[in-house]
Nanobody
Framework: QVQVAESGGGSVQAGGSLRLSCAVS????????MGWFRQAPGKEREVVAG????????YYADSVKGRFTVSQDNAKNTLYLQMDGLKPEDTALYYC??????????????????????????WGQGTQVTVSS
């Protein structure tokens, strides 16, 4: 059974930075499609960024391009999300999610889909990020 666990959330002022971590167990990390999602109160869950852990292909939502960076440490089975230039509108519960990779453009295509969350089968409990103005 695949397990996913996020950490690293917190409270910062606008313009600050945070780094989220996501530990994955129970599946070969090097054959995965990993996504970062967020959900603010009263809003739908949305994709933030993601990566094909084998090909290294990445995806970023327009709202975070140039501010957030996804990276990974395959030896540690860990995914990261570096968040810089945080804005109050980034406040949300952030989730890490896993999908088995099938190769080719699947991962990036899934992440860019309007229903991206449907492609991911294992989710963490979420970590809160709060950005004050």
């Amino acid at each position: 059974q695949v397990q996913v666990a996020e950490s690293g959330g917190g409270s910062v002022q606008a313009g600050g930075s945070l780094r989220l971590s996501c530990a994955v167990s129970g599946y070969p990390y090097s054959s995965a499609c990993m996504g970062w999602f967020r959900q603010a109160p009263g809003k739908e869950r949305e994709v933030v960024a993601g990566i094909d852990t084998d090909a290294g292909s990445t995806y970023y939502a327009d709202s975070v391009k140039g501010r957030f960076t996804v990276s990974q440490d395959n030896a540690k089975n860990t995914l990261y999300l570096q968040m810089d230039g945080l804005k109050p509108e980034d406040t949300a519960l952030y989730y890490c999610a896993f999908a088995p990779a099938t190769g080719g453009p699947f991962c990036v295509a899934a992440l860019s889909s309007p229903k991206a969350h449907l492609y991911f089968s294992s989710w963490g409990q979420g970590t809160q990020v709060t950005v004050s103005s």
